[in-house]
């Protein structure tokens, strides 16, 4: 079955939100949408619904790659990233065009040649893990074919691998889809008030449609799944204290810091790996790992102190290049919900684990990671199950997608192309080419998008913001400077009739949206604070 989310849909939900559900999942993440698809797709009735809009929070701002985890490996987090390592394989099988393989460059300057067999004997392992064998050590010179632009000076040599990559956003998005195809539902914008109780058995939720004018709605639900992520454990009291991480990015043109391979690299400042790769035709760099500490209630952004720390690593990686912040088109920053150890370790050294606990009619989760979303939907599952008399369902793993064909289209699109599309779209990438006016199967200057990705999310991806089409459903905003205000006319003809959108509508969400986009995700300002941050 395919369904789209439609201009109007929201009319039908007093009947929606009308039924008694089996499961109602809070929190519109990679994690709930992953509870949503595994619940529904094992005969649940099964119900999300998510404050913001889907993806909002971290799951729209990772690191965007499907990795098993060096680091946990080196920290002792074997089982951890044995399970990392197969879920990413999973991916790379059931979702291509959406998860690609990424191959990674480390250069070794050789400086500790005990460090370099500990690492290649956690590639064997990781190897292992994957069940395949590469070749891992390059000398110097054939290095520097696989990255030209690293500094040279000491270079002994390199090792490579092989991870993957997403669109973190659109996996979200497709196993949205992919749950509806099952007969879930998915709400966005639409906030969780209170928990109903009778008793001390949760039954359900109050709801606020805060797109529709604050209307409130009581759900009623045989089982609550908190999967709010950071924000998780609001709700009910008993859970594990959390330790909110700030990880921050940065986007620059591909020409300017042009790779074939992602290049991981150890901070001069601090040791701690920092990496840089192509993604959506432009250069993602990344990361860094700090206490967050400015709440929940507003989006990250990236600090001073934190571009400094990413130019640093790059300027010292590439010399040749001359980079400088000018260079930046955009930067992001989200909050990691990651379990406090309750020591005083430095942020890189938490694991990053998912903890579960549960209360009478109610199952909270958070902690984790992208690549393991469908490994902690099972687990949560499995607490669920004692809480939902007459379902027995096995849990055993399935295909995390259904098989998609590639679209077709009337004129020649290069297959790399049509996998993307089939990928990202699933079974809704037909109707967006079927959808695209003259034109619009070109892509966007800059980006691996192409105009017709926005007429079709306007139309039919629940979109209620311009944020929501210009940072989630596409990813323009971090791709093009400004946010894509020098293609603002363009979109704006091509998305708002489909939005429904008056031009009094329009010019409001325009302007909301640059607002936005300057506070959270343009370079930070430069202060004579003194910042300590690494």
């Not at 009735?45 to 499907?66: H, I, N, P, Q």
């Not at 969780?192 to 805060?210: M, P």
């Amino acid at each position: 079955m395919n369904r789209a989310w439609h201009a109007g849909w929201r009319a039908g939900l007093p009947d929606l939100v009308g039924r008694e559900w089996d499961v109602l999942v809070i929190g519109g993440g990679i994690t709930g949408a992953g509870i949503l698809l595994e619940a529904s797709r094992r005969g649940l009735r099964a119900l999300l619904v998510e404050g913001r809009d889907f993806s909002w929070g971290t799951s729209s701002r990772s690191s965007k790659l499907v990795h098993g985890g060096l680091r946990y490996l080196a920290q002792g987090h074997i089982k951890l990233t044995r399970e990392a390592v197969r879920e990413r394989e999973a991916l790379l099988r059931d979702a291509p065009g959406l998860v690609e393989p990424q191959r990674f460059a480390f250069p070794d300057y050789g400086k500790s040649l005990r460090k370099r067999r500990t690492m290649l004997a956690g590639l064997a392992l990781y190897d292992l893990f994957a069940g395949r064998r590469e070749r891992h050590w390059q000398d110097a010179d054939a290095f520097a074919l696989l990255a030209p632009n690293i500094a040279r000076t000491g270079l002994a040599g390199g090792m490579v691998y092989t991870d993957a990559k997403t669109d973190d956003a659109r996996l979200v998005l497709r196993t949205l889809v992919e749950a509806r195809s099952h007969g879930a539902e998915a709400v966005n914008y639409m906030t969780v008030c209170s928990l109903l109780k009778e008793g001390e058995q949760v039954v359900g939720a109050v709801l606020r449609d805060d797109a529709a004018g604050d209307c409130l709605f009581d759900v009623r639900a045989r089982l609550v799944i908190d999967a709010g992520g950071a924000w998780a454990g609001q709700l009910a009291t008993g859970g594990p204290r959390l330790r909110p991480l700030r990880g921050s990015h940065l986007l620059l043109p591909a020409w300017r810091l042009p790779l074939a391979q992602a290049v991981s690299l150890m901070h001069p400042a601090d040791g701690r790996p920092v990496f840089a790769f192509p993604w959506e035709g432009a250069t993602l760099v990344g990361t860094t790992d700090v206490d967050h500490r400015d709440g929940l209630s507003s989006e990250a952004a990236i600090t001073r102190a934190e571009l400094d720390y990413l130019m640093h690593a790059l300027q010292a990686q590439f010399p040749a290049l001359r980079l400088g912040e000018d260079d930046v088109i955009a930067t992001y920053a989200g909050v990691r919900p990651v379990l406090d150890s309750g020591a005083a370790d430095a942020p890189s050294k938490l694991g990053r684990e998912h903890a579960i606990w549960c209360g009478q009619g109610l199952v909270s989760v958070t902690g984790g990671k992208l690549t393991t979303f469908r490994a902690i939907a099972l687990d949560v599952l499995r607490q669920a199950r004692r809480q939902l008399p007459g379902w027995n369902d096995a849990l055993s793993p399935c295909p995390i997608y259904a098989p998609v064909a590639p679209p077709t289209a009337t004129r020649r699109m290069p297959a790399p192309l049509l996998r993307r599309l089939a990928g990202r779209h699933g079974p809704q990438a037909q109707a967006l080419v079927d959808a695209a006016c003259d034109g619009e199967l070109e892509h966007i200057p800059g980006t691996d998008t192409l105009w017709a990705e926005l007429r079709w999310a306007a139309r039919a991806e629940a979109v209620e913001h311009l944020d929501d089409l210009l940072l989630r459903r596409t990813r323009i905003g971090l791709l093009l400077r400004g946010g894509g205000a020098g293609h603002m006319e363009r979109i704006r003809a091509i998305c708002q009739a489909e939005l429904a959108w008056n031009d009094a509508r329009w010019e409001c969400e325009e302007a909301a949206y640059a607002a936005l986009w300057t506070r959270h995700y343009s370079l930070p300002p430069r202060t004579n604070t003194p910042q300590h941050e690494a």
